[in-house]
């Protein structure tokens, strides 16, 4: 199976203290996937400059196609993540044109002036591209540092979404040749752990990921849902795909499973 890794950093104190679900990284993780990327690792760490740097330098290290972070890019004391992204790219802060005419003129049409905190949004790393923000002010960075595309967005689940759409329509250049395909088996009376051996064979067989899902305990009444999806060209994985399911039918009949369309 092709691998085009992706990476998800997502910052703020308020996700790790659990007052924030981390809905972003849910968002970016399906949209990347749909994509064609394998999305290998999510890391959430506080406003803290050094755990930012620290999070984006790892992410690098590891070399993925494409780094996605959300949060930290406001006009409050604890926004940093332009700050941690330049350091750990080793470039300096400076005002991007782009960007601080986006915010100027968000806030002239309104008639509010441009203090230092709202302009503070406009400083990004040495290098970087301002991303439109068309669901609110600050803008996402964009930067391509060592064949990674690297995308830092809003917070706000309505802004970060609307970033990452422009940054994949006008600047992704690391674009998979790769069809993200899945199918679903619903089946009840049979055990996960029953099942468990022929997933594990399949997995070998077809280089494919198979993953049941329990949605019930296991010693009443079973009932799982099965999931088979992979990455590659169109044809292939369909082809795959049913290749597997046949062969789960067919186990599910010798379990004494019964195939339910839905749960």
Same mark, same amino acid.
């Given at each position: 199976m092709d691998y085009w890794f992706a990476e998800i950093v997502t910052i703020g104190n308020e996700v790790l203290s659990g007052k924030t679900v981390n809905t972003n990284a849910s968002h970016i993780g399906r949209r990347l996937t749909s994509l064609g990327f394998t999305v290998r690792r999510i890391t959430v760490v506080m406003d803290d400059i050094d755990e930012i740097v620290s999070a984006f330098r790892e992410a690098i290290d590891r070399k993925p196609k494409v780094i996605v972070s959300s949060g930290g890019l406001g006009p409050t004391w604890d926004d940093k993540t332009?700050?941690? *992204?330049?350091?750990? *790219?080793?470039?300096? @802060?400076? @005002?991007? !044109?782009t960007a601080f005419d986006m915010i100027l003129e968000k806030y002239t049409k309104r008639n509010i002036p441009l203090t230092e905190e709202r302009k503070k949004m406009a400083y990004l790393p040495y290098g970087a591209m301002a991303v439109e923000n068309n669901e609110g002010i600050a803008p996402g960075i964009y930067i391509y540092h060592n064949n990674i595309d690297i995308l830092a967005t809003p917070g706000v689940p309505r802004e970060m979404e609307n970033v990452l759409e422009n940054f994949i329509n006008k600047m992704l250049r690391n !674009?998979?040749? *790769? !069809? %993200? @395909?899945?199918?679903?088996? %619903?089946?009840?009376?049979?055990?996960?752990s029953a099942l468990a051996p022929y997933v594990k064979e399949l997995v070998k067989k077809y280089d494919i990921y198979i993953k049941t899902h329990p949605k019930s305990y296991e010693l009443l009444r079973p009932i799982l849902e099965i999931q088979i999806a992979g990455s590659g060209r169109e044809e292939e994985i369909k082809v795959k795909i049913e290749k597997v399911k046949y062969e789960l039918l067919d186990a599910i009949k010798k379990l004494n499973g019964i195939i339910r369309n839905s749960l």
């Open positions: 332009a700050e941690g *992204l330049a350091k750990a *790219l080793g470039v300096n @802060l400076e @005002l991007n !044109k !674009k998979p040749n *790769l !069809k %993200y @395909l899945e199918d679903f088996i %619903y089946v009840e009376n049979v055990m996960e």
